[in-house]
């Protein structure tokens, strides 16, 4: 059958108070119109159009071109919002499917169900439902004696005995296209809110003599974004199921309520992930990490039985048996090899660190290249810096590099020398030499006593911010 999709995206979502469009807020690492529009990807629909309005043009960037859009230039109501694509609509004779941008919940599994109960039956329309606990706020599923669906009322215009109904409308619907077009040609917007309601389509229908079904959904799935609170529950939704998924695949996940993973991101078996752990983006985890407490990887690979913990990783490469953190921060372009240590407070961009190199404290490695089994004290700095320009440093293989050392770029410590601690090198050194550049030390004797300098020590007072005794 021929499957056209519809999806509403031009209200102005008034309940969650903010600047932009309501549907690119964000829910666990996606605007919610693409989790929408993931699960139609499953329907195989020929024809996908996208009803934009308020704030279009942040729909229009997040949704990209391959899809088409029509402009609600006023938004009058959802029943206005469908009229707007007839253009698409008309002369097609098989199923437009119509979802709302806020559902961002929904399954292409329960969607293509939708389809496939409209195509066996044949029915003018099928709407799917869901039965909430708490269905405030929510279009009713009015149905007769018998309990054939007779109508839908909104939560605003709905009597006291109507609003004890738990039968909600998901705003999502099958119509058979040339009874869409012909029933939205005949509604009007007198109710409460004075908008043209798409769901009055389907008491139309039903009057005209057309038979409509309902297929009761999970009613999670059917959850709509209105406002924050909302939009918090359906994220945490989102990435709980994010991570059974991984923890089905052998990922061990010790919080999933303080740890978040994007959909787009790959682990492997029997890695850890401790709380308060995000990653991100176009990110792969290898086998038997453990990663966290409290980091965050951003489109980054690491290889297989690395550690990293209270540390943030942006755009990078690490490679296998690694040893990250704790408080390390790798930026972007930098690429670790195996068996690399990068530890407390130590910073590194744009450089690449070979094989069983080792920076475990204070360190500051930007715009280097560092070959194997090389060794950073605790406070080089490689000055990459100059106000003007980025310098490269070049550190070859087997290299010790002494406490607080600052490398001044460009510069290359070749193969197998050391730096003395304290030293501040400008000029390349030469293989297997020491490199001291440090100013002379003089000791003034007695120079305490004659300045009279001697240092008592000071009692700490007690801290009074802390509430309690
Ligand atoms: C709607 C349904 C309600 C259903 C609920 C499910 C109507 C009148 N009510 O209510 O029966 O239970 O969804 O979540 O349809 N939109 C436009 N143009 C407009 C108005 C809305 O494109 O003029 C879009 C919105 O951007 C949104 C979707 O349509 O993505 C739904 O609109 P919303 O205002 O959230 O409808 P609800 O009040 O939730
Ligand atoms: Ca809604």
């Known amino acids: 059958m021929d499957v056209c999709a519809v999806v509403m995206a031009a209200g102005e979502g008034k309940r969650m108070n903010t600047n932009h469009s309501k549907v690119v807020q ?34 229009r960037a997040v949704l990209g071109e391959d899809v088409a859009f029509v402009l609600q230039e006023h938004q009058l109501g959802t029943g206005h919002a469908v009229m707007q694509a007839t253009p698409f609509l008309e002369g097609r004779n098989g199923c437009t499917i119509v979802l709302p941008g806020d559902a961002p919940l929904i399954t292409s599994d329960t969607l293509r169900a939708a389809i496939d109960y409209f195509e066996k039956g044949d029915f003018g329309a099928v709407v799917v439902s869901a039965i909430a606990d708490n269905p405030a706020g929510y279009g009713r599923l009015v149905r007769d004696e018998e309990g054939n669906v007779q109508r839908i009322v ?16 998901s705003s999502i619907y099958c119509f058979r296209t040339p009874l869409l077009i012909s029933a939205l040609g005949r509604i009007d917007a007198k109710n409460a809110q004075k908008e043209y309601y798409l769901p009055d389509t389907i008491g139309i229908l039903i009057r005209d003599g057309h038979k409509v079904g309902a297929l009761v959904a999970d009613f999670d799935e059917t959850r709509g974004v209105n406002d924050r609170i909302e939009l918090q529950q359906v994220g945490k939704i989102l990435n709980g199921k994010i991570c059974e998924r991984h923890m089905r695949n052998g990922v061990q996940i010790i919080d999933s309520n303080t740890t978040w993973i994007d959909d787009t991101v790959r682990i492997g078996k029997d890695t850890v992930l401790l709380p308060g752990t995000m990653i991100r983006g176009d990110t792969s985890i290898g086998e038997e990490c453990r990663i966290g407490e409290n980091t965050r990887i951003d489109d980054s690979v690491v290889g297989d039985k690395t550690t990293v913990e209270y540390s943030v990783l942006r755009n990078c490469r690490v490679g296998k048996n690694c040893r990250i953190g704790p408080f390390s921060h790798i930026r972007p372009e930098s690429v670790l090899a195996d068996n690399v240590t990068i530890g407390a407070y130590v910073e590194v961009k744009n450089s690449n660190v070979g094989d069983f190199s080792r920076a475990r404290h204070l360190t500051y490695i930007g715009d280097a290249q560092v070959g194997k089994n090389v060794n950073f004290g605790c406070g ?45 090198i400008t000029d390349d050194v030469p293989e297997l030499s020491l490199a001291i550049a440090r100013s002379q030390q003089i000791n003034k004797e007695n120079w305490v006593v004659k300045k009279n300098r001697l240092r008592a020590a000071k009692l700490i007072q007690p801290d009074r911010r802390r509430e309690g005794v």
Request: one cysteine or more; hydrophobic letters at 35%.
């Open 26 to 59: 964000w829910a666990a690492g996606r605007p919610i119109i693409l989790w929408v529009a993931e699960a139609l990807k499953g329907v195989g629909a020929k024809e996908q159009v996208y009803i934009v309005g308020h704030r279009q043009e942040e729909v």
């Open 154 to 169: 909104e939560d605003r215009d709905a009597t006291e005995s109507e609003k004890k109904i738990r039968e909600i409308n």
């Open 380 to 424: 080089t700095v490689t000055c990459n810096y100059d106000g003007l320009d980025k310098s490269a440093c070049i550190i070859r293989d087997n290299v010790f590099i002494g406490g607080n050392s600052n490398l001044i770029s460009p510069v290359t410590l070749n193969e197998n020398c050391y730096i003395a601690a304290g030293s501040t």
